[in-house]
């Protein structure tokens, strides 16, 4: 017949018969039916796809719509994975970390955390405080991670790869000491003493407001220190800053004593489960009063070695440098007890301590090596930044060709900015590659989905918001910097960090900020050239800040001038009904007595008939005898009508009162 399409002719011996010919096999063992009438794609007949039996559990064939049947509709999801009973947390998480360990959609937490006038992105980090309310609601319980020694591990990738050590190849490395403390309590100046530099009199404030590592000799042994910021908006880098040490130096005042950052400092210490020494510094100081602080800190469990405890207190006196010494014997003392040891054998693994962008060199970062050794031209991952070692510089500025466990260095070649806290490892190039990609299309799909669902949400019910974009000199600095301006908001009005990056202030920040109507926020960063003629042009605030609490008080004020004024109702007086009077074309005119107060004509009324408010509306019109007035003080009578309303009777009160707009604070 025309038009019906042709079969070509079948191979015989290209097929052996099965089961009376109803079912053919293959050469290479594969199965098909032959369907009549319907051409195959290549000798004329239809392949059937290889499906088990709904039945017999056997390799058997059908149509689609057969096949969909036995297997149920595809849009099924065929397993559903069941959420944990419990999760372990250890500290601030990113969100998207935070979903796959509960194992939801993140766009699930991001929902979540809307409903509490949180904002959050798909690779921001979340308080602890935030992650374990969205995991209360989700029903799955929180609890400390910890080993069997009792130590905190990190869960994520350095933690497994540490693991990975072969025990054959350890060696003793140097310990890694982290230096916490409530600010201006002086661990700066604690670092200044011990590497004889002088660092505090350059930071901005007098307080450290970046992570900082560095390597100090003692009696021919090695110590590294990392210097993390004392203000609470840096609680997540001081966070990262016990996780990656060995030993915490807990600095103290002694004329100052335990703070709420000393006991949050302590918190981390303890949930990284390191040894915690505590420096009793300014102890020189005439107010110094060492017991005071020895009793503040055996209320919160560190009891003195002195007292009959096991806590190390080292009195300390980092203005003078004394006490220096006997400290440095301890912290050495305690990491020969723990037998510190890795494997420099293997490829680096470690952790970003610090990024920022410098605009001779681009991107670069400080990494402390945690095991294995880093060499100069090594391919490496850190988070979803691939990279290859170009350059490497110790804490003085040096130049090194390798890099050991426990050597912190900063690193050139990174091929974007990481994040600061990010695992830093070293790989072949395939594998590496392989790995940043698959980490940047997770990265996508999860930011898309983030978006979709921000999308879906809508804005109906969300609070005003205060519109910034943040502009910072390093990595962690910015992270710190994002996290306390987000915390910044009230039931009225949310601050929405709209972008947030490291480096100067360029004229696309600008103009981001003059579509969105946002304020430009920059943290020892300055606006260029280019920046300041666009913000003059286009009517840009762009303010710039040393010190985080002065960026967040203009913050809060910012809030304050957003918040709408609380209408307070003033009530203006009463007037006692004593004859309802019927006027022709007017209906009915309350003849009042005003009691107490003023009657006014427009403003708000309320009838009360028995403690019963009957009515609630407008005094509409206002007369003394014939007159059109607008006000009547107390003891007089007048003629009061009411707007729509004429059900008025004997000793009925009408409630004069008005509403009046009051200024607000932030808080």
Known sequence: ???????????????????????????????????????????????????????????????????????????????????????????????????????????????????????????????????????????????????????????????????????????????????????????????????KARVAQGEAGGITQRIGAYTVSHNDRTLVFLDTPGHEAFAAMRMRGAQVTDVAVLVVAADDGVMPQTLEALSHARAAGVPIVVALNKIDKPNANPDHVLQQLAEHGLVAEAWGGDTIVVPISALKGEGIDALLEMLLLVADIQELKADPSRQAVGTVIEAQIDRGRGPIATVLVQSGTLRIGDTFVAGRVLGRVRAMFDDQGQTVRDAGPSVPVEVLGFDALPTAGDPFQALDDRTARALADSRQEAERRDASQAERAVLLEGDGDLPLDFRVIVKADTQGSLEAVRAAVEKQHNDEVVTLVLHAGVGPINESDVMLAAAMQATVIGFNVRPDAGAEREATRAGVAVKTYRVIYELLDDVVASLTGRLKPKVEVVMLGHAEVRRPIRVPNAGVIAGSYVIDGMMRRGAQARLVRDGVIVYEGRLESLRRFKDDVREVAAGYECGIGLSAFSDVKENDIIECMESREVARSAG
């Not at 559990?57 to 959420?83: D, H, I, L, N």
């Not at 979903?99 to 939801?104: D, F």
């Open 1 to 195: 017949m025309q038009g019906e399409p042709r079969r070509p002719a079948m191979p015989a011996a290209a097929f052996t018969p099965v089961e009376g010919d109803a079912v053919r096999r293959t050469r290479k063992g594969g199965t098909f039916r032959p369907t009549e009438g319907v051409p195959g794609p290549k000798h004329g007949r239809r392949l059937a796809t290889r499906t088990r039996g709904a039945d017999e559990g056997e390799w058997g064939t059908g149509s689609r719509s057969s096949r969909r049947r036995r297997r149920g509709s595809r849009s099924q999801p065929e397993v559903e994975q069941a959420m944990p009973e419990r999760i372990a947390l250890q500290g601030p998480i990113v969100l998207s970390d935070l979903a796959a360990m509960l194992q939801v959609a993140p766009t699930e937490i991001i929902k979540r955390l809307l409903v509490r006038g949180v904002i959050a992105a798909m690779n921001q980090q979340l308080t602890i405080e935030q992650a374990r309310d969205v995991a209360d609601e989700l029903g799955v319980e929180v609890e400390s991670a910890t080993t069997s020694k009792g130590r905190t591990v990190d869960r994520g990738t350095v933690g497994a790869l540490l693991a990975d050590d072969d025990p054959r190849q350890l060696a003793m490395r140097p310990p890694v000491v982290a230096v916490l403390g409530h600010v201006d309590h002086g661990k700066t100046t604690l670092l200044d003493a011990i590497r």
